[in-house]
């Protein structure tokens, strides 16, 4: 099966050489998003609100594509400072349905954005 970029005007365009998400087969694979909102204006303050904006990013492209976080089997979060990790944390149980996927967390430079978060997604029904 080809590969099949997915765009939706529902979350951030892209700001470089790369798609929302790449569909190929029962796979989709979510670009990293940011807190930004799908007009592209950046969340700067409370980090709650930018940990929310960023899983609602993926969510839209998930379902521009026929899937959902729930079909989520890999996520990897890049923070800014591992200070905000029981933050995001805490967001993140409330938002991807059990059972939880794999995940790596780790402390990085996100161009002072404070989260970015990109995923791997599988569903067993051809979409």
Not at 4 to 31: D, H, V
Not at 70 to 86: E, G, H, W
Request: hydrophobic fraction near 40%; proline fraction near 7%.
């Amino acid at each position: 099966m080809p590969k099949q970029p997915i765009l939706t005007k529902n979350a951030p365009a892209p700001t470089g050489g790369y798609n929302q998400a790449i569909r190929a087969g029962q796979f989709l694979y979510l670009s990293g998003q940011g807190p930004s909102t799908p007009d592209g204006v950046l969340i700067d303050s409370d980090f709650e609100m930018k940990v929310r904006q960023v899983f609602e990013n993926l969510s839209q492209v998930a379902t521009a594509a026929g899937f959902s976080l729930s079909d989520a089997i890999k996520i990897n979060v890049y923070l800014d400072s591992m200070d905000d990790f029981d933050t995001m944390d805490r967001i993140y149980r409330e938002v991807v349905p059990m059972p939880y996927p794999t995940r790596t967390t780790i402390s990085c430079d996100v161009g002072g954005i404070g989260i970015e978060v990109d995923a791997v997604l599988w569903s067993d029904i051809v979409k």
